[in-house]
């Protein structure tokens, strides 16, 4: 169960600062986005977008960068981020609430909702609703519940699903939260979806198809559908600040198309603004061409893991080489480097480390690590194990170029 919330917390966070990223499409569809916070943006009409998927319409559920791409302006929670591109949107700013003020101790958080907040339907957002929240995130078994595990009584009440969760406290616009324990990156805890608010009442289940009241500059249009597409408007009672503007396009038409040549022919015909699909590599000089190219850093963190009961990797001389074995690394492309090893077979270095050892080892992504092949021939060879042929894979923890230039989450985008 602990490793299971391990990947869907990771998966969150993937999934949260790819989402951030792509959502600057939308904001920035007429012009270059200002690195400085901007309360007025100037309106354009209709921002068409195409992608690929999506999970879920309902931010208790959502976790892929599609939907939160979609979510990030419609839900949001009490604090943010800056809503500009480049390094300064990763700072965390206040959203319907003031920056929290922090006990001495690290575990007290206690803000401050700003005056007159509403919802999409008129209701007022009040701090009650931030508890309630909580608990229908833990009522709907949330994929983002484990953030908040260290809030005093959370794990006692995802246990028993009955009663409060004792470390939430409101009174008037006020929410105090105490934690366990002191946790350095619980303001970006705050930022993520899974803490936008809704309205105490909400139903404990997946609305999808008929989203809760919107708090942030867009509320989802009538009848959504997740798996065709949906359309986001403007929600006429949000009030902008100098870190969240209304946004440029007026409305939002998002199409779900699955297919990315189809996905980047709309786009180049015209009949789309923008798409997060994955150009086809044949089509990469066609869209370039047009004008119609534009790459954005990736914000995200990948991480992967290494079985340290299994050699070489239960070798601390293999895993703590130099400062780091990410740190020398070549990458091979995935295409080319399973090609060649069908070509040429084994290495012909085999004489000293037994037979079928390789002198460099591939993983399934085509990654060379020189520095665990060092490493290797350091080791005496009595440390060196026969069950060397049941090594796992050791992966990059950075992206093939080729796929973070044409293929990645947000690193590319076909823009109209």
Request: glycine content about 8%; overall charge positive.
């Amino acid at each position: 169960m602990r490793s299971r919330q391990g990947l869907i917390r990771l998966l969150s966070v993937l999934a949260l600062m790819a989402g951030l990223a792509l959502m600057t499409a939308a904001y920035a569809v007429s012009a270059n986005r200002p690195q400085s916070p901007v309360a007025h943006t100037k309106s354009v009409g209709t921002f068409r977008a195409v992608i690929d998927t999506i999970d879920y319409l309902d931010t208790s559920q959502a976790y892929t960068a599609q939907s939160l791409w979609a979510l990030w302006t419609v839900y949001e929670t009490l604090v943010t981020y800056r809503h500009v591109a480049g390094a300064a949107g990763y700072q965390v700013v206040p959203g319907l609430a003031s920056l929290p003020k922090i006990s001495r101790g690290g575990k007290v958080y206690t803000l401050t909702l700003r005056k007159g907040l509403k919802y999409s339907n008129g209701k007022p957002i009040r701090a009650a609703d931030f508890k309630c929240t909580m608990k229908r995130d833990f009522l709907t078994a949330s994929p983002g519940v484990g953030f908040y595990d260290t809030i005093v009584g959370a794990k006692k009440f995802e246990t028993s699903l009955k009663g409060d969760i004792g470390g939430i406290k409101t009174k008037g616009r006020t929410i105090k939260i105490t934690l366990t324990s002191p946790r350095g990156d619980f303001l970006t805890i705050l930022a993520e979806p899974f803490a936008a608010l809704v309205p105490c009442g909400t139903a404990n289940q997946d609305l999808s198809a008929n989203p809760p009241p919107a708090s942030g500059p867009y509320k989802i249009g009538p009848n959504p559908d997740k798996n065709r597409g949906f359309s986001l408007v403007r929600n006429k009672y949000f009030k902008p600040t100098k870190y969240i503007p209304r946004g440029t396009p007026n409305r939002v038409d998002v199409t779900i198309v699955g297919d990315a040549d189809a996905a980047v022919q709309r786009v180049i015909s015209g009949q789309a603004d923008y798409t997060n699909a994955a150009i086809p590599p044949e089509r990469i000089g066609t869209v370039s061409n047009r004008g119609q190219l534009r790459l954005r850093k990736s914000a995200n963190t990948y991480y992967f893991w290494m079985n340290t009961r299994v050699y070489p990797f239960n070798k601390l001389k293999v895993c703590h080489h130099r400062e780091h074995p990410a740190a020398d690394v070549s990458v091979v492309p995935q295409a080319d480097a399973v090609q060649a090893q069908r070509r040429q077979g084994p290495p012909a270095d085999q004489s000293s480390r037994g037979q079928g050892r390789r002198r460099h080892r591939l993983g399934p992504a085509g990654v060379r690590l020189p520095a665990v092949d060092d490493a290797l021939r350091e080791l005496p060879e009595r440390d060196r194990s026969e069950d060397d042929a049941e090594v796992p894979a050791a992966v990059d923890l950075r992206h093939d170029e080729r796929q973070q230039r044409h293929e990645g989450p947000d690193g590319l985008g076909a823009v109209a």
